[in-house]
């Protein structure tokens, strides 16, 4: 792991600090190790610390060396990224709330890491209705085997559904825990936890090993499961329901967010048409949620216009017939994120390329 990422470790330790406030640091020195160096007074007027934080940090960083404490933390936590890691998620970069470290345990796929393939979650209450049940297995295993990671928080109910449903389909499933990767919460969900280890799935978590669960721990998680996927599905919740929690924190990260729905004289249902009427999309269908998600491809092909600038055509080139993730085009075109992005607009207007929901894009015909 590279000295930077020691850094990024041993902030992740502070008290009270958040992603947030990390961004505004490496926004302002360009790297948490500049941060982690300078004068408490100057880290304070940056990000507007209270006093306690700012005392946590003195307090930290008096005790703590990153790169021993790097060193003893492997120990028990072996496998873990930090954004100065290469696999460190692509999409959790583009956030402000980009956690300092991620935990994982199972199998990495680098593709998913990468953008390349797209992760949905899939959310819901933990007593379920027949009707939801139904849903839940029958969406998680069409997806999965469109080609869609399914990635939801192992709680009992749809999540441990939509988990189950995706390896029966032999499709890719992540466990997005409120504990360390080690830690099963409760312990009658440890069959599902061994099922997605042995079938090649993922468990990923911002805390350590042994970290039990806190109440404060399942919001940060909801906010992971919305960051790390291009779109969120809600089952069943009710009102008071902590998916309804993800779906918001989805919204504010620009993902798309799909509700199944029911009578409003169903409990479980009420969550979903709270979500519905604040402009989330209708599941009417698999075949229709698929057409929505962009990943229906066009057997048309269009070729690229010769008048188009050299950095136009190498990002329409780029872009496949069938829906292409952004990320997909970044690194197909070897080209900066930011000029990608100008690029599709400009391509956009000249009715060459569309945006589909999710951070896709694919050739018009």
């Avoid at 029958?138 to 988990?163: C, D, N, P, R, W």
């Avoid at 229906?296 to 010769?306: F, T």
Wanted: charged residues 20%.
């Amino acid at each position: 792991m590279s000295l930077e990422g020691a850094y990024w470790l041993a902030w992740s330790q502070v008290p009270g600090i958040t992603p947030n406030v990390l961004t505004k640091f490496v926004e302002y020195y360009g790297n948490v190790e500049q941060a982690w160096l300078a004068d408490l007074s100057e880290l304070k007027a940056i990000a507007r610390l209270r006093p306690n934080l700012v005392e946590a940090i003195a307090s930290t960083r008096g005790q703590l060396h990153p790169e021993k404490f790097l060193t003893e933390h492997l120990r028990h936590n072996p496998h873990f990224w930090t954004p100065a890691a290469p696999d460190y998620p692509r999409l959790l970069l583009e956030t402000s709330s980009m956690p300092p470290v991620i935990y994982y345990r199972g199998e990495v796929q680098p593709e998913e890491n990468q953008g390349i393939v797209p992760l949905l979650a899939i959310v819901g209450t933990r007593n379920p209705t027949e009707h939801g049940c139904r849903w839940a297995r029958k969406l998680s295993s069409y997806l999965a085997k469109y080609g869609f990671s399914i990635v939801s928080g192992m709680a009992k109910g749809i999540e441990t559904i939509a988990h189950e449903a995706c390896l029966t389909a032999k499709g890719r499933t992540i466990a997005v825990l409120a504990t360390g990767v080690d830690v099963v919460y409760p312990q009658q969900q440890q069959f599902i936890y061994q099922q997605i280890l042995a079938q090649g799935g993922l468990i990923l978590s911002e805390y350590p090993a042994g970290s039990n669960p806190d109440s404060n721990r399942f919001r940060a998680r909801n906010r992971l499961i919305a960051a790390l996927c291009r779109g969120v599905l809600v089952i069943e919740a009710s009102e008071q329901s902590g998916c309804l929690i993800t779906a918001r924190q989805a919204n504010e990260l620009g993902r798309d967010v799909y509700v199944l729905p029911n009578s409003p004289e169903i409990p479980q249902a009420r969550g979903c048409l709270r979500l519905l009427n604040e402009g989330a999309n209708l599941i009417l269908s698999e075949e229709e949620l698929l057409i929505q998600l962009g990943t229906v491809p066009q057997l048309d092909s269009v070729k690229p216009q010769p008048d188009l600038t050299p950095d136009l055509a190498q990002v329409f080139q780029a872009v496949k017939i069938e829906p292409t993730a952004f990320e997909a085009i970044v690194q197909k075109s070897n080209l900066p994120s930011g000029l990608v992005a100008g690029a599709l607009l400009e391509l956009e207007l000249l009715g060459l390329v569309s945006q589909l929901p999710g951070m896709m894009y694919q050739q018009k015909c």
